[in-house]
């Protein structure tokens, strides 16, 4: 494990330590997977405290696209998940699906963005920049097409908005930039993370509600993980109720699925070292953690969290 200046080290700074040497402050930031209905939500709100301050994280950036109600995100759930520690909130193909989605859209406070290869003209912003420790940290949201929907190139998408990023040198030798790319195919969300090696700090997968265990550093210094996995019911199918989505493989009908509103949960995450000065990625870490269900679970959750 390799130590960095004390003059750099914040406590607990070596718990997570990056494996490439730094040349400057480190930057942590916290990736969070889709956060699935009620249930997610809790999870998000009782565990996120206690895991910023276990990993130091200076950034916290969720997926937000299943928070209301397992289908697309409201204003009301937004609120919830940036009162409770989200600094940004991404989103993916159920964007549209609740009707004050023009009114998140429109909230800057909210720090919302949506997948920016959806085609023009579309309401919101598809890349936000936001600040940690003095530098600019750039999150961009880009949806993948294999299949999903049908939607503009992912791939030129996030090639034209690298090319019109402003950047102060100042900062740093490179912006930091992060990358969730929402998408169902792994090989897809491996292929953008090739295609961006060198020229992004992280790509983040996020949309099958499954973690990988492939979290690594490519060439170029680039974070990346195939998909982060989800915040939501840990006693479920990728998030919905056991029965309801058992109902729809055995009878091949489209039964509505049922989201719980109780029990256990899962939070999954990968936390990235960031180097301030080159904007390269050090380390990527999972960070999986769960949380009791109900109010009676409070203690045991706390635990948890700290675990």
Same mark, same amino acid.
């Given at each position: 494990?390799?130590?960095?200046?004390?003059?750099?080290?914040?406590?607990?700074?070596?718990?997570?330590?990056?494996?490439?040497?730094?040349?400057?402050?480190?930057?942590?930031?916290?990736?969070?997977?889709?956060?699935?209905?009620?249930?997610?939500?809790?999870?998000?709100?009782?565990?996120?405290?206690?895991?910023?301050?276990?990993?130091?994280?200076?950034?916290?950036?969720?997926?937000?696209?299943?928070?209301?109600?397992?289908?697309?995100?409201?204003?009301?759930?937004?609120?919830?998940?940036?009162?409770?520690?989200?600094?940004?909130?991404?989103?993916?193909?159920?964007?549209?699906?609740?009707?004050?989605?023009?009114?998140?859209?429109?909230?800057?406070?909210?720090?919302?963005?949506?997948?920016?290869?959806?085609?023009?003209?579309?309401?919101?912003?598809?890349?936000?920049?936001?600040?940690?420790?003095?530098?600019?940290?750039?999150?961009?949201?880009?949806?993948?097409?294999?299949?999903?929907?049908?939607?503009?190139?992912?791939?030129?998408?996030?090639?034209?908005?690298?090319?019109?990023?402003?950047?102060?040198?100042?900062?740093?030798?490179?912006?930091?930039?992060?990358?969730?790319?929402?998408?169902? %195919?792994?090989?897809?969300?491996?292929?953008?993370?090739?295609?961006?090696?060198?020229?992004?700090?992280?790509?983040?997968?996020?949309?099958?509600?499954?973690?990988?265990?492939?979290?690594?550093?490519?060439?170029?210094?680039?974070?990346?993980?195939?998909?982060?996995?989800?915040?939501?019911?840990?006693?479920?199918?990728?998030?919905?109720?056991?029965?309801?989505?058992?109902?729809?493989?055995?009878?091949?009908?489209?039964?509505?699925?049922?989201?719980?509103?109780?029990?256990?949960?899962?939070?999954?995450?990968?936390?990235?070292?960031?180097?301030?000065?080159?904007?390269?990625?050090?380390?990527?870490?999972?960070?999986?953690?769960?949380?009791?269900?109900?109010?009676?679970?409070? %203690?045991?959750?706390?635990?948890?969290?700290?675990?």
């Amino acid at each position: 494990m390799t130590t960095h200046d004390s003059d750099n080290q914040r406590p607990g700074d070596q718990l997570l330590a990056g494996i490439l040497p730094a040349s400057g402050p480190i930057i942590r930031v916290l990736t969070v997977g889709d956060v699935y209905g009620s249930v997610g939500r809790r999870a998000f709100k009782r565990l996120l405290p206690g895991l910023r301050a276990e990993t130091r994280a200076d950034l916290v950036i969720v997926n937000g696209e299943n928070s209301a109600g397992g289908r697309g995100i409201s204003l009301k759930t937004a609120r919830e998940l940036r009162d409770a520690g989200a600094d940004v909130i991404t989103l993916g193909n159920h964007t549209w699906s609740q009707p004050d989605i023009m009114q998140v859209l429109e909230d800057d406070d909210l720090r919302v963005v949506r997948p920016m290869n959806y085609p023009d003209p579309a309401p919101g912003r598809g890349i936000i920049t936001v600040t940690a420790r003095g530098r600019s940290i750039t999150v961009a949201n880009v949806m993948g097409r294999v299949y999903m929907d049908p939607l503009d190139d992912p791939f030129r998408a996030m090639d034209t908005a690298l090319l019109t990023l402003h950047h102060n040198p100042a900062e740093g030798d490179r912006p930091i930039v992060f990358v969730d790319m929402h998408a169902e %195919a792994t090989s897809e969300k491996q292929a953008i993370a090739w295609h961006l090696a060198g020229r992004v700090t992280a790509v983040f997968g996020t949309h099958t509600h499954v973690p990988t265990a492939d979290a690594r550093i490519l060439p170029g210094e680039t974070g990346y993980v195939t998909d982060l996995g989800m915040t939501g019911p840990r006693d479920s199918i990728i998030g919905a109720t056991i029965d309801s989505t058992l109902r729809r493989f055995l009878t091949q009908r489209a039964i509505r699925l049922q989201t719980p509103d109780g029990g256990d949960a899962v939070l999954n995450a990968v936390l990235f070292d960031v180097d301030a000065k080159t904007g390269g990625c050090l380390n990527a870490v999972r960070v999986d953690r769960e949380d009791a269900g109900g109010v009676e679970g409070d %203690a045991r959750a706390q635990r948890r969290a700290h675990s």
